[in-house]
């Protein structure tokens, strides 16, 4: 089956330090993908999405993302972590014929500890 | 409202009662998404609405789970004789598919969920 997989459940980095978080897609056909962060007690909020055109995705917050087909992966950084980036990320896949269509294929998520 | 919004926020229910969760997504939204989201793992996709085709409803982990959509409104997903491994956030997500534009690009905007326990 195809799917998104993310590289790690909790990832811990010092405030200030680069903040990486990994996934990789599986899909012989290039999906759209997506990262999400689920601040607590809160709905997932959109922080940036690759459909077409440029390979890295500028999002919110100072996010990036690089599409890379080589490697099938949509790794997420930000060259700077804050204490308010503590969270869990969330990637997820859509395309055709792989990811089911219109609904989400997510990745079981990312837990970003930031340490003071 | 701006966003989407999900009812109850928190509900506790015994084993075997039925619950039925609310879902208000965003005004003009034609699509309309159900997840599950269970301790410690990713999100499943349960159902999905959108204008007046047959929604899709092929995670559906069984028939105790239902959902219903009122035109391009409210919904409520209704699961019946609970048990204990329905205990799981149940998110709601909406997002407007526009005639000639892929949408598969399209964005979905989650609603805050509600947090399922079942005793």
């Known amino acids: 089956a195809q799917s998104v997989t993310q590289l790690g459940s909790h990832v811990s980095v010092s405030e200030g330090a680069l903040v990486l978080l990994r996934c990789n897609y599986s899909?012989?056909?290039?999906?759209?993908l997506f990262w999400y962060v689920q601040y607590p007690n809160q709905g997932l909020q959109l922080l940036l999405k690759y459909t077409t055109g440029a390979t890295l995705v500028k999002g919110i917050n100072g996010f990036e993302a690089e599409f890379k087909k080589s490697e099938t992966s949509f790794h997420l950084t930000k060259p700077s972590a804050h204490m308010s980036d503590a969270a869990e990320y969330f990637c997820?896949?859509?395309?055709?014929?792989?990811?089911?269509?219109?609904?989400?294929?997510f990745g079981t998520g990312t837990r970003l500890t930031i340490i003071p | 409202g701006a966003g989407v919004s999900q009812s109850p926020s928190n509900k506790v229910t015994e084993k075997g009662k039925d619950v039925e969760l609310r879902c208000d997504p965003i005004?003009?939204?034609?699509?309309l998404y159900w997840y599950r989201q269970r301790l410690g793992q990713g999100l499943e996709f349960l159902i999905y609405?959108?204008?007046?085709?047959?929604?899709?409803k092929s995670g559906l982990p069984s028939d105790r789970f239902s959902a219903e959509r009122t035109g391009e409104s409210v919904s409520t997903l209704t699961i019946q004789r609970t048990q204990q491994e329905d205990s799981a956030v149940y998110l709601c997500a909406s997002s407007l598919v526009r005639h000639n534009i892929d949408r598969l690009q399209e964005t979905q905007y989650f609603g805050p969920g509600t947090r399922l326990l079942v005793l």
């Open positions: 997820a896949g859509r395309g055709y014929l792989d990811f089911g269509n219109e609904k989400l294929t």
């Open positions: 005004s003009g939204h034609t699509a």
């Open positions: 609405f959108q204008g007046n085709s047959a929604p899709d």
């Open positions: 899909s012989s056909v290039p999906p759209y």
